[in-house]
């Protein structure tokens, strides 16, 4: 038996339930990870409060979590990658708030010797997501106008740095003078206080008129459709998250009246559903972070049974940069 976070029932932070599990021999093609660090997302209250059901085959009750890093203590039939004693680490898998998990070995990626356990369980989800949104969703270069949403958040503080290392023109919304700092250290250029603030107006006047080449916004309801506002004809419009609920339906048409924007709402998942991408995304976060360009700030931990006080943090907007938990 392990130590594991399970949901029963879709609800609140309470329904995370700490309790020991029985964690099988891995089947074919599956690998066991002895976990030291488990990534905390938001993604995970998605799937805890029911806006997102399990992916099939799981059910409820599963296990939280999506992202994790560990040493692998065994291997089923048929993997050849990955061997018993490998630093891996993963995301995108259910099942990640547990010290020890099952993972399908193709979902895995070896962790240099340079990225520790935490980091990797504080970026292989975030850093990872940077990395596509940033170069693949909409390819950020030198001079343009970036408007970051939550720009001290765990996304946030990683999409800075990022960002300001391609050459952009950073611009952050912030929930508090503190997080502006924080922003501000991390390489956004402007921050906007968007809970006091008129957040159009103020990229207007930072920009000069010209507005942004595109705007990354992982809030969601409360930012549209003013996101749309903050972006220059034949711009792109990325939303990636609904932390203040899911955008409502909206009609097309609007992406015509603001200037023939494009908008996408892309996941990690699509961007590396093939395993080659998911490595060729993997090893640029590896080799960015080592470069020392992109620091990874852990800015909170917890022990595994407090699960449920990350996820309170988190909803309440309390946290900055990465959270982990601890097994
Ligand atoms: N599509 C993808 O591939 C992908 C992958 C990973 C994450 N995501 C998305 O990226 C976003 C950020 O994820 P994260 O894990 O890094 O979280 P996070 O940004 O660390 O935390 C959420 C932040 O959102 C802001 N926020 C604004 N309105 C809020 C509200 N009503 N309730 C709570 N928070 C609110 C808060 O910052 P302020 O106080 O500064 O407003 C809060 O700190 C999420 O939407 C997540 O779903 C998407």
Redo the contacts with the bound molecule.
Sequence with gaps: MVAAVRVHKAGGPEALTYEDIDVPVPGPGQIRIKQHACGI???DT?FRSGLYPPPPPQSLPFVAGNEGAGEVVAVGSGVTEIKVGDRVGYTSALGGYAAERLLAADRAVKLPETISYEQAAGMM??GM?VEYLLNRTFKVRGGMNVLIH???????LIACQWANMLGANVIG????PE?AALAKVNGCHHTIL??DEDFVAEVKEITGGKLCEVVYD???K?TFPKSLDCIRPLGMFVS??????SIEAFSINILQTKGSLFATR???NTYAAKREDLLAIANDLFSTVASGKVKIPVNQRYALRDAAKAHRD????A??GSSILIP
């Design positions: 997302n938001y993604i998605y989800l975030k997501t939550a720009a001290a958040g765990g996304i946030g919304t912030v929930g508090s997080k968007y809970r992982g809030v969601g409360e990636f998250g609904n932390t203040s609920g892309p996941t990690l988190l909803e309440s907007r946290t900055t």
